[in-house]
């Protein structure tokens, strides 16, 4: 049987032509699922690719302490002590008092800083 003899004996197509064609709605379409597919492969797969960096409690302490140079010194102190305590410090008595009263500024100053002096030789002990 020869290849003319074997399309002659093959039964016309059921779908009508215009169906097996491929039109312009057919590439958007397939344009679209693709661009579907992609975004969803590219949300999966985004956290995989994206580098972690994990600092350490030491690493995190110091960069808190820089951050909160801006705040005025009562709410400095107070918070500088508490990432004192977080590394496992505890303040003088002294220091603690100046935590619920008031300071005077050149008082507040001298024990601003020795806060940040306790709490740089913590990090360096946790770090």
Same mark, same amino acid.
């Given at each position: 049987?020869?290849?003319?003899?074997?399309?002659?004996?093959?039964?016309?197509?059921?779908?009508?032509?215009?169906?097996?064609?491929?039109?312009? *709605?057919?590439?958007?379409? =397939?344009?679209?699922? $693709?661009?579907?597919? %992609?975004? @969803?492969?590219?949300? &999966?797969? /985004? #956290?995989?690719?994206?580098?972690?960096?994990?600092?350490?409690?030491?690493?995190?302490?110091?960069?808190?302490?820089?951050?909160?140079?801006?705040?005025?010194?009562?709410?400095?102190?107070?918070? *500088?002590?508490?990432?004192? =305590?977080?590394?496992? $410090?505890?303040?003088? %008595?002294? @220091?603690?008092?100046? &935590?619920? /009263? #008031?300071?005077?500024?050149?008082?507040?100053?001298?024990?601003?800083?020795?806060?940040?002096?306790?709490?740089?030789?913590?990090?360096?002990?946790?770090?």
């Amino acid at each position: 049987m020869t290849e003319t003899e074997l399309r002659a004996a093959l039964h016309p197509p059921r779908l009508p032509e215009a169906v097996l064609a491929l039109d312009a *709605r057919d590439l958007a379409m =397939a344009l679209g699922i $693709g661009l579907v597919l %992609a975004a @969803l492969a590219w949300l &999966l797969l /985004r #956290p995989a690719a994206t580098a972690r960096v994990r600092h350490s409690p030491a690493q995190q302490a110091a960069r808190a302490a820089a951050a909160l140079a801006q705040l005025p010194p009562p709410e400095r102190l107070a918070r *500088r002590a508490a990432l004192f =305590a977080g590394l496992g $410090g505890r303040l003088p %008595a002294d @220091l603690r008092a100046g &935590l619920y /009263r #008031p300071l005077p500024p050149h008082e507040a100053e001298a024990a601003d800083a020795r806060v940040d002096r306790l709490l740089a030789e913590a990090v360096r002990r946790a770090g």
